[in-house]
Every structure is written in structure tokens, then in C-alpha cells.
């Protein structure tokens, strides 16, 4: 395993579990672990799946909602 690779698995948890702690509204780490990985993530088809899979992943636990789809595209 490449250290971008293991960089992005360390970024999915941080991602995911910020948004399964209790924060202040509209204040989680998933759009900082976005940019991060598009900067420190050579791998584009990695840099992109860091935010898609800690959204997914945290989205499980949670559970799906009726504007996920929104969030998603946004993202």
C-alpha cells in the first residue's frame, strides 16, 4: 500500500466520523478532507472516491435521507 493510499484511508475515517460525532450544525470535516485529497492525492480516481466513500460511509450508520442525492452532486 502506497502512502497516498494510506493517506486516504486515514482521510475517509476522519471524514466519516466527523459526521457521527455531535457538532454545531453544518460543521463536519468531510469538505476539508475534500480539498486535502484533491491536493495531497496524486491518484484522481482516488482523490476522488476519499469524500464519496466517508459520505458513504457515514450515510450507512446514519441512515439514507430524501435529498441525499443533493448532498452528493454538491459535493
Known sequence: MQNSEKLAVVLVVIGAS???IHLPPNIAAVMGV???A???IRRLWLALLVPVAAMT???LVLGW???VV???VGM
Do not use: P
Open 34 to 36: 475534500t480539498l486535502f
Open 57 to 59: 460511509l457515514a450515510d
Open 38 to 40: 484533491g491536493f495531497a
Open 70 to 72: 443533493f448532498t452528493y
Open 65 to 67: 435521507y430524501s435529498s
Open 18 to 20: 466527523s459526521r457521527l
